[in-house]
């Protein structure tokens, strides 16, 4: 099953509001990272945030995350209308062989 | 930097042909390359796991001798899609990383489609 699940599945709103998204996990982690994937292409590393941290910033990104709830959110300020993509919260598996991803949540942006 | 490369972006094939996708990591030597498959609209599914010199390690399900891995360098990792069928179309995904604590970074897909 997966180790991270996104909510919401689905997320539209204008241009220039905020959009947040959450996701929840299972097990320790180690770190915890935020992709991003337009459509029919690879996916965009954003933010790795660590289980020692509780709050990242970037641009126009914000991250935080509570390691006693497993659940991390992903706020991204001033929305534009190329923010339209999907966007994958990522796990490694505690062992840092491999990440497991979400569900993803797809954002819209209407300009 | 840490760009990856990945080629085909695209293949078309007859059913019963094996396809050989690359993946290279331009700028970075990459101790671990991992193989996704996905699905319209759904998430990554890893199929394996593949470090430099060693041999790749399958998710539960993925069939090893179906689909080939190999990781001959700390740059070059190649997926073989062996005797295709029209259920393996899908959208391919590499990655590759430094280390466990760094993140991934993505080629941008093959999308195989098989006739």
């Known amino acids: 099953s997966q180790q991270g699940e996104e909510d919401p599945q689905a997320l539209s709103i204008q241009e220039g509001e905020n959009a947040t998204m959450n996701c929840s996990y299972k097990t320790s982690i180690n770190n915890l990272q935020w992709y991003r994937q337009n459509s029919g292409r690879g996916l965009v590393h954003l933010i790795l945030i660590r289980s020692n941290e509780r709050e990242k910033h970037s641009g126009r990104l914000r991250v935080t995350l509570d390691t006693s709830k497993k659940s991390s959110s992903l706020l991204i300020t001033a929305s534009r209308a190329a923010d339209t993509a999907s966007y994958f919260c990522?796990?490694?598996?505690?062992?840092?062989?491999?990440?497991?991803f979400g569900a993803g949540t797809r954002l819209f942006v209407k300009a | 930097g840490a760009v990856v490369s990945q080629h085909p972006s695209r293949v078309i094939c007859k059913s019963g042909t094996s396809v050989k996708i690359e993946c290279r990591s331009l700028d970075f030597q990459a101790t671990t390359m991992f193989w996704y498959r996905q699905f319209p609209k759904q998430s990554l599914m890893l199929m394996a796991t593949?470090?430099?010199?060693?041999?790749?390690?399958?998710e539960q399900g993925v069939e090893k001798d179906k689909f080939l891995i190999n990781h001959a360098s700390l740059t070059l990792s190649t997926l073989t899609v062996t005797s295709a069928h029209p259920e393996d179309s899908s959208f391919y995904i590499c990655s590759a990383r430094v280390a466990s604590d760094q993140p991934q970074h993505f080629g941008d897909g093959t999308r195989l489609s098989i006739l």
């Open positions: 990522a796990t490694d598996d505690g062992g840092g062989f491999k990440t497991i």
């Open positions: 593949s470090n430099e010199g060693s041999k790749a390690t399958y």
